[in-house]
């Protein structure tokens, strides 16, 4: 995941998550970024058959290493004589860890972890390649071992297992799962004692599981080091309901730790905490579901304010482990420049090659660079918009180990969102650089000076809309590699913008290096001069009692913002981290109008029970309802209400249902153009939830819905039908008994569909009759939604699929 140090996003190393969805928009095919990016840099291989301890290195690597177009760095060059746990032992290792794997084929052993970008430092690992047939499908996956130590590094299985059957409830509870996975952890990592893991409740809403399918129970946990967690050291564990391991990882690398000693107090760090507090008044985006659904007014730490503390100084430390003051953000206006960005009044969008021509007249791209791809997407933050993504290589040259370009450029206006350089097999420092032909070095005075020419040159209405950030000029100046980086806050009638602010990059001659101007739409629709109830004095102590200072070890990456290999620092710091009580609320904001807590980023992240409702306790559908809250498909009001008796919609049984059977329903729209679907306009709340049941077919698309039509229950039987696939068997039960027996059956219009309905145990009627126009509640429609889970497994295709 790509880190950014910025000064507007609230808990950063949690919400981060959105952002780096957002960045991977800017990479070519295949490119991603940090720990998780596959590189397609080989690494040095050991033959299946060889008989010999030699590493056999092939004519196509001798070849690219030859031409430049492959670097072997010493950190990537695994030492074949320090092997202590041989391929043979670690092939044997993961079959007996993982027994479905006793007629799986190990295809290649590497020695060698090459696998992430940069290498890591620890190249005595053992790379299995693994092949496995399934009938006339072939499926390919890798396990990692430690040459070393034996321990097992990472293991997916990526096939489908025949343990992994639909049913409910599950064989295993969660907590049985975790003795489980525990037992697993013995046995995978011997070197790692299970007194030393600290189980993390909190589940991040990209993991969420549905409520269909096989079951499967993820395991987060830090591991302690000299008895303190550590948020280097994590573990992750995936096991399923019948107690099988599906995946696993560990970190890979064997670091250095500093002493365990604070010289600072838990009660001094404590106060001193709460005594350089700040907040601030932000206009906020609340999203749900990837999408932003609406705005607040509300008060938010200062991001720098809540950054760990140095245990043996007590100064405040970014993500990058530099220290920062800890005084409160301060704001400078922007000049209004000369050359200024103008939005294009051209009705037509811009093409691709357009687009690209935009970003060349102010980015001086290499002659030998072209530009190698282009399509045209929905932006993520206002999918009604549309926006170029470019990208420019050097062609016919290893795509691995050369500088990229990339852009995102608004094909209405002509606006360049974002700009990227990376580089990718960079392994030379870029200090004591040779001065380019007609450049001069930037001071300090110079370069601000620059960035405020180019955000001038980037951003519309920038001397109306922005102010620069005064950050310090250790902060402003990236040491490590030799570039300037400035920081702009959007404002909207002189109030800050939450999650709004603009980071520009260049060298030290003034070169642009980096751009990221992303924003999230509709600020006009927000309530002028809304009355404020909460006192910023208020905010404050609200803040102050729900954080705890708690010591860890922390990892600090000194980032290089080209993402090269060179430059890269990382230290481990003993600190003192700022937690939540409830870890809920390290995504909730204090509401500054209603004094409410309000849940920004509704499926980022959740705790185990999240928050607890108020109104389910004794109610005849308790274990239901608590049962969708717990997967995230119900989420408390801002009261804690759920409101089981209240009547629902169309609209909101389809969101209960298609939540339960894929949480991340919206990625299988973000790409698809935005057109009307069944009636109902891409700018509706629900638009995403109808157009994957349109999809699906559960709905037809050249039907009229009306979503926020109150649901009754026939028309639940309808829908029903629908997901479970069995329209056709309705009509062949137009005239079954099972409806005829209703006293009310001659006003039930789809008879085969309340049959349906009826015969799988998922409606019934009450005193003789159906009541096909009675309302459904909340109530009602968990319960029916926990019987079709419990008979998955049972009908003769996957509920919900096609």
């Known amino acids: 995941m790509l880190k950014r140090s910025t000064r507007s996003i609230h808990r950063t190393s949690k919400v981060a998550l959105l952002g780096a969805i957002t960045c991977t928009l800017l990479i070519p095919q295949g490119f991603v970024f940090a720990d998780s990016v596959t590189s397609s840099k080989s690494s040095v291989s050991v033959s299946e058959t060889s008989s010999t301890s030699d590493a056999v290195m092939t004519d196509r690597m001798r070849l690219a290493i030859a031409a430049g177009e492959m670097v072997i760095s010493e950190a990537a060059t695994p030492d074949l004589a320090k092997v202590k746990f041989s391929k043979e032992k670690a092939i044997a290792k993961v079959r007996e860890l993982f027994p479905t794997l006793k007629n799986a084929e190990s295809t290649n052993v590497t020695l060698g972890n090459n696998n992430t970008y940069p290498a890591p430092e620890n190249q005595m690992v053992w790379d299995i390649q693994w092949n496995y047939q399934v009938g006339t499908s072939g499926y390919g996956f890798n396990s990692q071992v430690d040459a070393i130590t034996g321990d097992l590094i990472s293991t997916y299985i990526s096939f489908p297992l025949e343990s992994e059957e639909a049913y409910y409830p599950p064989k295993l509870s969660k907590e049985q799962a975790l003795i489980e996975a525990k037992k697993f952890i013995t046995k995978a990592a011997p070197s790692i004692s299970v007194e030393d893991l600290q189980v993390n409740d909190v589940d991040y809403g990209y993991a969420n599981q549905a409520l269909f399918g096989p079951v499967q129970y993820s395991f987060y946990f830090t591991i302690k080091k000299n008895g303190i967690p550590s948020q280097a050291d994590a573990l992750n564990i995936t096991i399923n309901s019948n107690g099988h391991v599906v995946q696993f990882s560990k970190p890979s690398e064997s670091m250095s730790y500093p002493s365990s000693v604070a010289k600072i107090s838990e009660a001094e760090a404590n106060k001193q905490f709460k005594d350089e507090l700040e907040v601030g008044l932000y206009y906020i985006p609340i999203r749900k579901n990837n999408l932003k659904t609406d705005w607040i007014l509300g008060y938010r730490p200062d991001p720098s304010s809540i950054y760990s503390m140095d245990a043996s100084t007590g100064k405040r430390l970014s993500v990058e482990g530099t220290t920062v003051p800890s005084t409160p953000v301060m704001y400078s206006d922007i000049a209004q420049t000369k050359d200024k960005f103008i939005a294009r009044s051209n009705k037509t969008q811009l ?282 498909i119900l989420m408390p009001d801002q009261d804690g209400k759920i409101k089981p008796d209240e009547v629902i919609t169309i609209g909101d049984w389809l969101s209960m249902i298609v939540k339960s059977i894929t949480p991340y329903y919206e990625s299988y729209n973000y790409s698809a153009e935005q057109k009307p679907v069944a009636g109902v306009d891409p700018d509706h709340s629900i638009y995403g939830i109808v157009k994957y049941a349109v999809e699906r077919q559960w709905i037809k698309n050249d039907s009229t819905l009306q979503p926020d039509t109150e649901l009754t229950k026939e028309q639940l039987a309808v829908l029903l039908t629908s997901i479970v696939n069995y329209k056709k068997l309705a009509l062949h039960l137009q005239n079954d008994t099972s409806v005829s027996q209703f006293s009310d059956a001659n006003v039930i219009t789809n008879k085969g569909a309340v049959a349906v309905a009826i015969k799988l145990g998922l409606l019934q009627g009450e005193n003789g009759k159906f009541n096909p126009q009675q309302t459904v509640t909340r109530a009602q429609a968990a319960i029916v939604i926990m019987k079709l889970v419990e008979i998955q497994g049972k009908t003769d295709q996957t509920i919900g699929q096609r």
């Open 351 to 632: 093409s691709g090659e357009e687009a690209a021509q935009l970003v060349q007249k102010l980015v001086a791209l290499p002659a030998d660079y072209t530009l190698q791809h282009q399509s045209l997407v929905p932006y993520y933050y206002n999918p009604e918009q549309k926006t170029w993504n470019l990208s420019w290589t050097k062609k016919g040259v290893y795509l691995g180990n050369q500088t990229h370009y990339n852009a995102e450029v608004d094909a209405d206006t002509g606006e360049i969102i974002g700009f990227r350089t990376s580089d990718f097999g960079e392994t030379e420092s870029k200090q004591n650089v040779t001065i380019p032909k007609g450049l001069t070095k930037l001071s300090n005075e110079s370069a601000k000076q620059r960035s405020i020419d180019l955000i001038n040159q980037l951003y519309a209405n920038a001397s109306l809309d922005l102010k620069i950030i005064n950050h310090e000029d250790s902060w402003n100046f990236l040491a490590e590699s030799n570039q300037y980086r400035y920081e702009f806050q959007r404002f909207y009638k002189g109030t800050p913008v939450g999650d709004s602010t603009v980071t520009i990059i260049f060298d030290i001659f003034g070169r642009l290096q980096s751009y990221s101007a992303y924003r999230n739409a509709g600020l006009e629709k927000v309530i002028d001069n809304p009355v404020i109830k909460v006192t910023k004095e208020g905010a404050l102590e609200s803040y102050r009692n729900l954080y705890t200072m708690k010591l860890q070890y922390t990892r600090f990456n000194a980032y290089n913002y080209n993402y090269s290999s060179a430059n890269t620092k990382t230290e481990l710091k003993l600190v003192y981290t700022p937690e939540p009580a409830d870890p809920i609320r390290s995504y909730q904001v204090l509401d500054a109008v209603t004094g409410k807590w309000v849940t920004q980023y509704e499926n980022i992240g959740k705790a185990n029970g999240t928050i607890t409702p108020t109104d389910l306790l004794g109610h005849e559908a308790e274990k239901a309802l608590t049962t969708l809250v717990d997967y995230g």
